[in-house]
């Protein structure tokens, strides 16, 4: 089945320091699928930070960029300075179209601290 | 304003008591979905809806029965709750022309003793 891979946590840098968060997937029921990024704060339920459905396009939201590179199979997420409140658990994940509906297919999360 | 909210926030309960988690979604969509999350693994699937009435399997289904009741409401039952469901439960919803851009609530800690 399709499954996705990820940078293992906890994942801890300090402020403005650059970040990247490594993300590779397999999905053998769909040839392009759809990936995402989405973030949990503490205390919150997650939420969609970024979505790139086309091969080699790029995505961004509140700094972070993520490339969806079909030849590695890859969807790196990477912010060039990042802030104390970036602090949070990030999801990659890709959609799957399996039984006639789209599901979601996460890795399993890594947790980011940023030190002031 | 939450568009999904889930209640309660935390449940404890004991081996073979019975669970009910609740989710409500104001998003006026069709798809709500129950996820599970724990350590060292994704949030894994246990089951979906596209509508009130609807019920549909999904990855780890085992031990949980689902409920859709109106197109806001979607319930997660366990009826004898193990040690093994010891979770973080997040409920989402999605829209039908974009199912995989799902919405999540906050979570439900559940602790089986």
């Known amino acids: 089945g399709d499954s996705v891979t990820q940078t293992e946590g906890p994942v801890t840098v300090s402020e403005s320091e650059s970040l990247i968060i490594n993300c590779t997937y397999s999905?053998?029921?769909?040839?392009?699928?759809?990936l995402f990024w989405y973030v949990r704060y503490p205390g919150e339920g997650l939420q969609l930070l970024l979505k790139?459905?086309?091969?080699?396009q790029k995505g961004s939201s509140r700094g972070f960029e993520a490339t969806y590179n079909k030849e590695t199979t890859s969807f790196h997420l990477q912010k060039a300075s990042v802030q104390e409140s970036d602090s949070a658990v990030y999801y990659c994940?890709?959609?799957?179209?399996?039984?006639?509906?789209?599901?979601?297919?996460f890795g399993s999360g890594t947790q980011l601290t940023v030190m002031p | 304003e939450a568009a999904v909210t889930q209640s309660p926030r935390n449940k404890v309960t004991v081996t073979g008591g019975n669970v009910t988690l609740s989710c409500r979604q104001t998003n006026s969509h069709n798809y709500m979905y129950w996820y599970r999350q724990d350590t060292g693994h994704g949030l894994r699937l246990i089951h979906y809806?596209?509508?009130?009435?609807?019920?549909q399997i999904g990855d780890v289904p085992d031990g949980y029965k689902a409920t859709r009741t109106t197109q806001e409401d979607f319930f997660l039952l366990l009826e004898l709750a193990s040690p093994s469901q010891t979770s973080l439960y997040f409920c989402?919803?999605?829209?039908?022309?974009?199912?995989?851009?799902?919405?999540f609530g906050p979570g439900t800690r559940l602790l089986v003793l």
């Open positions: 790139v459905i086309t091969a080699g």
């Open positions: 989402a919803s999605s829209d039908e022309l974009s199912q995989d851009t799902q919405y």
């Open positions: 999905a053998t029921s769909i040839a392009y699928p759809n």
């Open positions: 994940a890709l959609g799957d179209l399996a039984s006639g509906s789209w599901q979601l297919i």
């Open positions: 809806s596209y509508g009130a009435g609807n019920l």
